[in-house]
């Protein structure tokens, strides 16, 4: 058995997204993330769903790369985040449990 320990990225690899066609993710009050302190939900996420945007001022959402932990619910100090599981059988599918 090999003692490399696996990145991250190479732990999300291992995972199988199927994209849903809505997002599941929704910030319901934008203008609060402008004075949000430290901005959590981009630092929160194992997947990187959350990205600040300087150009646009805003957080950008990649729902594709949602696992389904709700963190970014629990980290959110405006409680302006809902989430709900995607639909059809869409999102996250862990092969190793």
Not at 2 to 24: I, M, Q, V
Not at 43 to 48: E, Q, W, Y
Not at 68 to 78: L, Q
Not at 81 to 92: D, H, K, L, N, V
């Amino acid at each position: 058995m090999s003692d490399k320990k696996l990145t991250l990225e190479e732990r999300l690899y291992a995972n199988e997204y199927r994209t849903a066609k809505e997002s599941h993710l929704e910030i319901s009050d934008e203008k609060k993330c402008l004075t949000c302190e430290g901005r959590p939900c981009t630092t929160i996420c194992p997947a990187g769903t959350y990205t600040w945007s300087d150009e646009s001022s805003r957080i950008l959402v990649s729902f594709e790369n949602c696992l389904e932990c709700g963190g970014c619910r629990a980290v959110c100090p405006s409680r302006i985040i809902s989430w709900r599981y995607p639909m059809g059988g869409a999102g996250i599918c862990y092969r190793y449990g």
